[in-house]
């Protein structure tokens, strides 16, 4: 990838020279007959590196026509990179260890260390990280040595879909040292193709010699006949997730009617949040706005054993009534005031848009329980001023 660099740029120059000039055919000392420039981003700036290259001054040898090259250039960088081995891995371990964006990726090279990339070239040097270290995990020899202690494998396959539509991504992972051993694109979950990775499985597994101890997976067919087939008698589990989920099924049917039942309670938070930001607008009339929604739209009802006081969660009446009384002396308070109505929303939205969870923590009762803290903390507040008597709030 040809690689401009920006006008003025000032290059660090980088004498290179071969390490043994004697002529490997004949011993005689080489003469240099050329130069071969290299432009790299290093991680301490722009630098030329400059390659003496030699060759034997007896016309009549038999290396005659062979030039030779310092071989520490490549210790720097490879032939025609724009960048030093140093760039290079600090592009890919922030990459994928730490999962950084290509465009933070350039700006943290352009901030941190003055180095101009492009996306495109970020992107393609990633691509070439990405190679070497897949080359790198599957290389057997390091595979053995990182399996050196363990006594048996437990080998697991499943699919992921990236997009619908998308070909599947089989993924054959090892759980006792957690590494992936492979993984491919299938364009069917046909038994014959998915057979074909349980094959290089076994393959993998004998080059190692350590016995397999178990399978899992899911019940996919394909799975279950292909494994059967290549590891008779081996164990093979099915996955606890996918398990769990399957015995779950009523009951996150039920949690989720629940979380729908739970959602169209708590309602109304634009409305009170509108309210708020009316009230704090300089031009806006001091009296308190017009009732925008019916109280018990803005009720929760959280399940369960909660107290039945309707002091409970958002009384946004009260909250506003405390709002539009403080501002007629103190509009800073008044802000805060508004300000605190506005966290509890915040809070509330952010409650009623998470979806996370699984079988043992469903969406909905994790919903219930952070609705319970709220109220609980609304019902705190409530309580406090009350006590206060002479304090506004
Ligand atoms: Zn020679």
Known sequence: ??????????????????????????????????????????????????????????????????????????????????????????????????????????????????????????????????????????????????????????????????????????????????????????????TQEVRRLIVLARQWAERLGTPVRGWMSDKQDAFVTAIAAEFPGTPHRYCQNHFLRDVAQPVLELDSRAKVKMRSKVRGLRAIERRVLEDRRPTAAPEPPPLHETPNTAA???????????????????????????????????????????GYCAAVRGILNDSRGGPLHPPGLRMSEALQDVRDSLDRNVQAQKGGVQSRW
């Open 1 to 190: 990838m040809a690689y401009r660099w920006p006008a003025g740029t000032a290059f660090t120059r980088m004498v290179l020279d071969v390490e043994d000039r004697s002529c490997p055919v004949c011993d005689r000392y080489m003469h240099v007959c050329d130069h071969r420039y290299h432009h790299l981003w290093t991680l301490v700036g722009p630098t030329q590196v400059v390659n003496h290259l030699v060759r034997c001054p007896d016309p009549s040898c038999e290396s005659r026509g062979r030039t030779f090259s310092p071989a520490t250039e490549l210790s720097l960088s490879m032939p025609r990179w724009c960048m030093g081995w140093d760039v290079f891995c600090w592009l890919g371990q922030r990459r994928f260890a730490r999962h950084w964006s290509v465009p933070q990726l350039r700006a943290e090279l352009q901030d941190g260390h003055q180095i101009t990339l492009s996306d495109d070239a970020i992107a393609h040097y990633v691509g070439l990280y990405q190679t070497m270290l897949a080359a790198r995990q599957q290389d057997p020899a390091r595979l053995a040595d990182d399996y050196r202690d363990i006594a048996g494998l437990v080998l697991t396959i499943d699919g992921l879909q990236p997009e619908k539509g998308h070909e599947t991504f089989y993924v054959v992972r090892e759980l006792m040292r957690k590494r992936v051993w492979f993984a491919e694109p299938l364009l069917s979950s046909a």
């Open 300 to 342: 929760v009802h959280a399940p369960a054993s909660c107290p039945s006081r309707a002091l409970g969660l958002v009384r946004p009446d009260s909250a506003l009534e405390a709002t539009g009384l403080a501002a007629v002396g103190d509009p800073g308070v008044a802000d805060e005031a508004g300000e605190v109505v506005l």
